[in-house]
């Protein structure tokens, strides 16, 4: 067991706690971590630490700065990739090899944003005779990042970097369930680069007493909110009091949509693993949806029952385990429970089950449940469940596959699998949501802007626009009239 402080800068005193909370491994329920509790006027302290910090250094103006500290953050990161991959499987419970991906993956993300705080700049017109103008992009001033468990150093620094690279100054909120695992990259940052103090803040605690005190703080610029739609839209009314500016990252409930002509040899070992061995299915973008040509159902369910069926289910530590638990004891609750429901308004016909054998008896641990037959308007084929249970429904034809898709809510993600590039095209026009994969599913860049329509959020991630999501335009007019005498 990790018992963990909150990382502070050079010359810092290090807040002194009497309440920690614990953080318990998933794969059996050991304690693995125990994290100082802050709270509501830890907030505070640190809003008041980061606005002086941009005060008094030049951080919002100096691009070079910024850029070797987060390059020197990415090489920090890099040196202990696997130390903290692995307290991210002791707390997560995903597999040891996607914790490793997962912490290797930022460590690119870093370096690009590190390569873009040099580039921030705005433009200079000439508005007539008498009249100059600049459009200044200035970073937002005190942002603060407020980020899931289910990939928490990804979804940190997802926001983070951009943020940085802006000139903005920071406090960071990771979700309590796998607030150590974030600590230990903050604290690479914080304490082992040149970053000066008050620049970033680490806020651990939890959502309705820390998180709740930044959505209201009005020292609070801007919030980057990686979550739950319903922890979205609460943190969107309580924030209009305050007039923040928002980035919401929010659910999904992703179609897979699979032609006659698809390649099935690469469509079903991606699906297997995009819903059910990523993170057991805790991942927002998962095809939790499966849309398949009337032709080839039979056959696709009959392979995907053979593939899910010999998936090695155990802990993410453990080299041999192909799919880990579900993170925490309220999510594999509700897991079981939409599979009940599934029982009861369609066709289970595959796995669904806790299991129970010695090895797994004190985990999270649940198989991977498909489903067909399910009503349109069931909660299974509605809601997002984030965990490893499939619904798959026929279509015929594009217009068909089209309308499924975009019968939710949610439009985060997307996949098309066909040989036909015409079919791909169109399907892919036709789907509104922030990301279509074609033959492909779950690849991200650091380049590439992703987002959610409809209720997946608003606002841009990643790449260019990720970056400027995190300033704003200053306008200044010169009057350029000569001065008499
Ligand atoms: P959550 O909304 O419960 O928690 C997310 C964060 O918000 C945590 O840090 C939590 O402590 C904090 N929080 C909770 N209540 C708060 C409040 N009232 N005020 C301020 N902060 C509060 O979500 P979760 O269960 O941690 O994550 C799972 C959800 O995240 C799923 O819905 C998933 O789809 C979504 N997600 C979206 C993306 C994306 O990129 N769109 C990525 C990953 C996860």
């Not at 490893?388 to 939710?408: C, Q, R, S």
Request: glycine share 10%.
């Amino acid at each position: 067991m990790k018992t963990y402080q909150i990382p502070v800068g050079k010359g810092v005193e290090i807040p002194v706690t009497e309440n920690f909370f614990d953080i318990v491994n998933p794969s059996n329920h050991e304690v693995v971590s125990r994290i100082p509790k802050m709270t509501a006027a830890d907030v505070d302290g640190a809003v008041v630490a980061a606005s002086a910090a941009l005060d008094k250094t030049d951080w919002a103006c100096n691009g070079v700065f910024r850029a070797k500290v987060m390059l020197q953050w990415a090489d920090r990161l890099e040196a202990n990739i696997e130390p903290i991959a692995r307290q991210l499987t002791l707390e997560n419970g995903k597999l040891i090899g996607e914790a490793s991906y997962e912490v290797t993956s930022q460590v690119g993300v870093i370096r690009y944003n590190a390569g873009l705080a040099r580039t921030v700049s705005g433009r200079a017109h000439s508005l007539g005779s008498n009249s100059f103008g600049v459009v200044a992009r200035e970073p937002m001033g005190v942002v603060a990042v407020i980020s899931p468990w289910n990939w928490p150093v990804t979804l940190m620094i997802r926001d983070m970097a951009p943020a940085l690279a802006a000139g903005n100054a920071m406090l960071i909120k990771p979700a309590s369930q796998t607030a150590g695992v974030s600590l230990d990259v903050l604290r690479l940052l914080i304490e082992e680069t040149d970053l000066p103090p008050g620049i970033v803040n680490a806020i651990a605690g939890s959502g309705s007493d820390a998180g709740q005190a930044i959505v209201v703080h009005p020292g609070i610029d801007m919030i980057a909110f990686t979550g739950d739609g319903s922890t979205g839209r609460n943190i969107m009314r309580d924030a209009s009091q305050t007039l923040k500016k928002l980035s919401l990252e929010l659910g999904g409930k992703s179609p897979m949509v699979v032609c006659d002509d698809a390649d099935l040899d690469k469509a079903i070992p991606t699906l297997v693993s995009a819903i059910f061995t990523t993170t057991s299915g805790q991942i927002c973008t998962a095809p939790s949806r499966l849309l398949v040509e009337q032709g080839i159902e039979a056959e696709l369910v009959e392979r995907l029952k053979k593939a899910v069926s010999g998936i090695r289910i155990g802990d993410g530590l453990d080299r041999n385990s192909q799919m880990g638990p579900m993170t925490t004891r309220d999510q594999y609750e509700k897991v079981l429970s939409f599979i009940e429901m599934g029982r009861r308004e369609g066709r289970l016909v595959a796995g669904g089950e806790p299991l129970q054998a010695d090895h797994l008896a004190k985990g999270n641990f649940v198989s991977p449940a498909i489903f067909t037959d399910v009503p349109d308007d069931s909660a299974l084929n509605r809601d997002e469940i984030f965990g490893p249970v499939l619904v798959i429904k026929t279509f015929e034809g594009d217009e068909e596959a089209i309308a499924l898709a975009n019968d939710t809510e949610f439009g985060l993600a997307s996949a098309v699998f066909t040989e036909n590039v015409h079919r791909s095209w169109c399907i892919a026009r036709g789907i509104k949501a922030g990301t279509v994969w074609v033959n492909t599913y779950n690849r991200f860049y650091p380049e590439v802007e992703v987002g959610g329509y409809k209720q997946s959020g608003i606002g841009r991630m990643a790449g260019i626009d990720g970056l400027m999501e995190f300033t704003q335009t200053k306008f200044i007019n010169f009057d350029s009239i000569p001065q008499q005498g």
